[in-house]
């Protein structure tokens, strides 16, 4: 990898679209989106289907260019970094050509990198496809390639990799692996953005969470901020209803039956309080999942960013 100068932003998007379509049939797949990622962040960027993560992704790999705004990937134009070896992409589908032999695949992208055949063993090792390498792609299964595309990736040592799906295919053994190496890689200094289906992988594995619906990014922030910025639901046993209302008083609280719904910065003196009165016991608190955020923020297309009371860089 190459030095970085930290107080330049890896990825800047400033008030970028992309439109598609003519006349009165037009769509804008991504809509006003500013973004800034700096050096050494794992980012995930979620969003249901048709949200804009690929059309985004393809204009910052520099594959399409922005219908207005712009994009600067380490201070320059995307087109201009592509060749350069810093920055590396790994499509959901395409990119291998299926007649090829794994080995001959890599080795002639090393080749056409001016990397030496020595750091195609390297990378096959590090992707965990060592035993790959006599097979032709076509005969790979899908989650077999896309380890395939992550190895043809470090080829040129990149300060960027940014991975579209990247375990789509992949049995739970093969994306536990998956994500060891990509941690390894994050552990070196690597900037690495991924666009998932897999919310669980987010939460694992990242560092900030970027949330796009409608062309729009909705929220940014890591996912502590996400789930924390969320209400709470309590549940208790024992408490009579007159009492628990009592306990609710000048707190964000709505009680529904037996559940109790609660602003975050209002758990803990509820707790508190419930806590005390006679005969309660059970108390849980339950913390929405980050399935259950995803849904209710991309559920919203009209909802305004912050309402999670999470940071965003998106401009309205």
């Known amino acids: 990898m190459r030095s970085t100068d930290p107080t330049t932003p890896v990825i800047s998007v400033s008030g970028v679209t992309r439109t598609f379509g003519s006349c009165d049939r037009t769509v804008r797949a991504v809509d006003d989106v500013t973004l800034e990622i700096n050096a050494g ?18 204009m910052i790999c520099g594959f ?56 195609v063993n390297e990378v096959a090792e590090r992707a965990g496809i060592t035993g790959l390498m006599k097979r032709r792609v076509k005969n790979c299964s899908g989650g077999e390639q896309q380890r395939i595309k992550f190895a043809v990736s470090l ?25 060891a190496a990509i941690s390894r ?59 628990v209302s009592l306990a609710c008083t000048g707190l964000d609280a709505r009680v529904d039956g037996d559940r109790i719904t609660v602003a975050p910065g209002h758990s803990d003196e509820l707790a508190r309080r419930l806590l005390r009165i006679p005969g309660a016991r059970d108390l849980i608190i339950h913390q929405p999942s980050l399935e259950q955020v995803f849904l209710e923020l991309t559920a919203e297309p009209t909802a305004h960013p912050t309402a999670a009371g999470v940071d965003t860089h998106s401009t309205h």
């Not at 924390?228 to 009492?243: C, N, Q, S, Y």
């Open 41 to 58: 962040e794992i980012v995930a960027l979620l969003g249901p289907n048709g949200a804009g993560k690929t059309t985004l992704i393809d």
């Open 64 to 119: 399409s260019t922005p219908g207005g705004g712009s994009i600067r990937v380490f201070g320059q134009q995307p087109s201009a970094v592509t060749g350069s070896g810093r920055i590396a992409c790994v499509p959901q589908s395409g990119g291998l050509n299926p007649y090829l032999t794994v080995q001959r695949t890599l080795l002639l992208i090393a080749a056409a990198q001016g990397v030496e055949t020595g750091r």
């Open 155 to 179: 080829i040129a040592d990149p300060d960027l990799i940014i991975l579209d799906e990247p375990t789509t295919g992949m049995d739970t053994g093969a994306r536990r692996e998956f994500w």
């Open 185 to 243: 890689d994050a552990d070196a200094g690597r900037t690495i953005i991924f666009a998932t289906h897999y919310l669980a992988e987010a939460e694992e594995h990242a560092e900030r969470v970027v949330v796009m619906a409608h062309g729009r990014i909705i929220s940014d922030g890591s996912v502590r901020d996400l789930l924390g910025a969320r209400a709470r639901t309590v549940t208790i046993t024992g408490a009579p209803p007159e009492a």
